[in-house]
């Protein structure tokens, strides 16, 4: 059993289920993160679309120049990579030399210091003044004036920044990882799921929850019929981190992409089925099984996060599949030029046609319906 969380249990009794979750992934040494786990290929955990190859950033980084362009071409132009792991997407939207780079100022927040320590192996990283600066005064009574045309520039930190920006926060199969509330629905209103300790494992509490857990269950349940016995998630930790991304964008875009379903799909699908765990790239056993070594990953409850995104002061302005989103952003026209590519080549085998039919297998990843392809894409705009 993860050692904190029986010294916890033991000192407080049965905890909230995202206390027990911010121990059991974030913990910095006993969590699944905080060990060095996480999205990759061999020796990893799972795989993420930055990690299905370059193709991915590639395109982010074409939608980054989209986004620029329609912010005005800001100069700076900073992009906060909200999850970046260990730096993957980092280094291929650079890697891609956007059109907006003499304005970009990539800013990778990442909590865990086992994934920052990994992120200079990808990507060249400035000091956080140097990388959100450099600035000059014209008068020593005016404000700061960013220099232009100073881009690209990356900086990693561990939380976002506290400033006002204009720019873009992306986050990629983020939220999915934040902790959240477990409730069930009970004759009388909703019981609290909290994790005890038993003899030798972790185990469930049910408790009544308390008025405010209840209440944010009824707006992620957002009327849809919730059975007796049927649970949801509480996603807390969300609400908090869409309030600090609206304090620090003054102008631009919120980007998620993860994986969401309505609540009346999370109802009828069951917890099993949105509540997931992985390591070694399979999937896990119980949430409560071997805490810390092992991904445990949620569902984000759609109707929670419009309305909470909202409440942060955000407008909702595009909402559709990745699938959908890569092709607005040119996957099929690089996939058939790829495509035509190995055909020409294939007799040849060399490093080029090799190149050219990954890159056709990796668009077919990414847009896979049955997988990376069906995780939704929100764009949410603040100060337009």
């Known amino acids: 059993m993860h050692e904190h969380l029986r010294e916890r249990i033991g000192r407080e009794g049965p905890i909230p289920f995202d206390a027990f979750l911010e121990s059991a992934l974030y913990d910095p040494d006993d969590g699944f993160f905080g060990r060095g786990g996480g999205a990759g290929r ?23 120049d989209g986004w620029w362009r329609e912010l005005g071409e800001p100069d700076p132009f900073v992009v906060v990579d ?22 970009l100022r990539y800013v990778l927040v990442e909590r865990t210091a086992a994934l920052r320590a990994a992120q200079a ?21 005016e404000p700061m004036i960013p220099v232009a045309g100073t881009g690209p520039l990356a900086t990693s930190i561990a939380e976002l920044p506290a400033v006002e920006v204009e720019g873009v926060v992306f986050a990629n199969e983020l939220l999915d990882n934040l902790p959240f509330r477990l409730v069930e629905r009970s004759a009388t209103g909703w019981s609290e799921v909290r994790v005890g300790r038993g003899d030798e494992e972790l185990v469930e509490v049910l ?44 102008h631009g875009l919120l980007v998620v992409v993860d994986y969401a379903a309505e609540a009346a799909s999370l109802v009828t699908r069951g ?23 092992q991904d445990i990953t949620c ?25 959908e989103w890569l092709r607005s952003v040119g996957i099929d026209e690089l996939a058939d030029t790829a495509a035509a590519s190995w055909r ?7 490093l080029e046609a090799v190149a ?22 929100f764009v949410f705009a603040k100060g337009r």
Request: glycine content about 12%; hydrophobic content about 45%.
């Open 42 to 64: 061999a020796g990893r955990d799972f795989v993420t679309s930055p990690e299905v190859g370059t193709l991915f950033g590639l395109l982010v980084a074409r939608g980054l």
């Open 82 to 103: 909200a999850g970046a792991g260990r730096g993957r997407l980092a280094a291929d939207v650079l890697g891609a030399a956007p059109r907006c780079a003499p304005a």
């Open 121 to 141: 192996e990808l990507v060249d990283l400035e000091p956080a003044d140097r990388a959100l600066g450099p600035a000059v005064r014209a008068d020593p009574d």
């Open 207 to 250: 408790v009544p929850a308390p008025p405010d857990v209840g209440a944010e269950a009824d707006r992620v349940a957002a009327g849809a019929a919730v059975p007796v016995g049927a649970r949801l998630p509480v996603p807390t930790a969300t609400v908090d981190w869409l309030f600090r991304c609206g304090n620090l964008l003054r």
């Open 271 to 293: 917890q099993e089925r949105w509540l997931r765990t992985y390591r070694a790239h399979e999937r896990g056993g119980s949430p409560l099984a071997a805490a810390g070594t």
């Open 299 to 323: 569902e984000v409850p759609v109707e929670h996060l419009l309305a909470a995104a909202r409440h942060a002061g955000f407008d909702l302005v595009e909402r559709t599949t990745q699938a």
């Open 344 to 350: 020409e080549r294939a007799g040849v085998g060399d």
């Open 356 to 377: 050219a039919r990954s890159r056709v297998h990796e668009a077919d990843a990414l847009t896979d319906a049955a997988g990376l392809g069906a995780h939704h894409v």
